[in-house]
């Protein structure tokens, strides 16, 4: 079993930057591929970022260039930087953990945060 929550959400200037944070516990946080989803408003939950125990990382289309994601298996905690913000980022992130084949499926990940609120301002 994984616990995860995330922290670092809040409300930022379009352009603005954002550093979220989800601190994991119980099993070995370093063995799960990590991800970032959000979800906004009446819309489904969709990819935003994901790094493998091995550091390999792959980005939705619509965060490449302006996002990063990171961790740091010490700290049992994963990292997404978020520069360049638009108003159309603002959702809830989640942070999720699994053995993912498909990085971008969220059914592919096993344990889930309750998500953290970005809120971009035009």
């Known amino acids: 079993q994984v616990q995860l929550v995330e922290s670092g959400g809040g409300l930022v200037q379009a352009g603005g930057s954002l550093r979220v944070s989800c601190a994991g516990s119980?099993?070995?946080?370093?063995?799960?591929?990590m991800a970032w989803f959000r979800q906004a408003p009446g819309k489904e939950r969709e990819f935003v970022a994901a790094?493998?125990?091995?550091?390999?990382?792959d980005y939705a289309d619509s965060v490449k260039g302006r996002c990063t994601i990171s961790r740091d298996n010490n700290k049992n905690t994963v990292y997404l930087q978020m520069n360049s913000l638009k108003p159309e980022d603002t959702a809830i992130y989640y942070c999720?953990?699994?053995?993912?084949?498909?990085?971008?499926?969220?059914?592919?990940?096993?344990?889930w945060g309750q998500g953290t609120q970005v809120t971009v301002s035009s």
């Open positions: 119980g099993r070995i946080f370093s063995d799960y591929t």
């Open positions: 999720a953990a699994g053995a993912p084949i498909y990085f971008r499926v969220t059914t592919q990940y096993d344990y």
């Open positions: 790094i493998t125990r091995n550091g390999i990382t």
